[in-house]
């Protein structure tokens, strides 16, 4: 199994650019989440979904969209990238409330 | 609010020595904690986890403890290793359901 893979690993936009990052998992888990790491900011959920066709808001959506249209795929998408999201941003997925969260590799995102 | 507080950013070690990372947490109705390893360039790897209603759980060289009384949970690494440098992140779950962490203590082995 390849667990949690996130697509790209590495990306830079230019300020009001848009993107989508790609999360998969094949553990055919109900829940998925989007996370950002900052530098001294620890991990803040942007995201997550119950399963699939919903999706609900976490710490910090501002700036962000996603969707839930297949259980094994959860899309995050930035409209008009700022500076401001300038990140690493981790996907995870897990059995319900409470479980261990497996969390993918990771995307390097710089906004310019 | 809910929040996961640190005690120490950094930590460094002597390559044998015990470890022990310490997390202070504020809402007591979670009933929840983990611990994740991180290390450079990578995702968060699953260590141990503790239930509200166990005080200790222990696992291969490491050990959870969790204080309710005074809201405080510890990992500790019984002879640590090089392999064992990365950074530590505590988290509990939130009252969302979701999982709140800790800023990350970075532990440093010494060889």
């Known amino acids: 199994n390849a667990g949690v893979t996130q697509t790209p690993k590495f990306r830079v936009l230019k300020t009001g650019q848009s993107m989508t990052l790609l999360c998969a998992q094949d553990?055919?888990?109900?829940?998925m989440y989007w996370y950002r790491q900052d530098p001294g900011m620890g991990l803040r959920l942007i995201h997550y979904?119950?399963?699939?066709?919903?999706?609900a808001k976490g710490e910090v959506p501002d700036g962000y969209n996603v969707s839930r249209l297949k259980k094994q795929n959860f899309l995050l998408g930035l409209e008009s990238a700022a500076p401001s999201q300038t990140s690493v941003y981790f996907c995870?997925?897990?059995?319900?409330?409470?479980?261990?969260?497996?969390f993918g590799p990771g995307t390097r995102l710089t906004v310019t | 609010g809910e929040n996961v507080g640190l005690h120490l950013p950094t930590l460094s070690v002597q390559e044998g020595d015990n470890s022990i990372i310490n997390c202070a947490y504020s809402?007591?109705?979670?009933?929840?904690f983990i611990w994740y390893k991180q290390e450079s360039g990578k995702g968060p790897q699953f260590i141990i986890d503790i239930r509200s209603n166990m005080d200790k759980r222990q696992g291969q060289r490491v050990t959870v403890l969790l204080n309710k009384t005074v809201k405080h949970l510890s990992l500790q690494i019984a002879a640590t290793q090089p392999g064992d440098s990365a950074v530590y992140f505590c988290?509990?779950?939130?009252?969302?359901?979701?999982?709140?962490f800790g800023k990350g203590t970075k532990l440093s082995v010494k060889p």
């Open positions: 979904s119950v399963g699939e066709g919903t999706t």
């Open positions: 988290a509990m779950g939130g009252s969302q359901g979701n999982l709140i």
């Open positions: 995870a997925s897990s059995y319900p409330w409470g479980y261990e969260q497996y």
């Open positions: 809402n007591s109705a979670s009933d929840y």
């Open positions: 553990m055919n888990h109900e829940y």
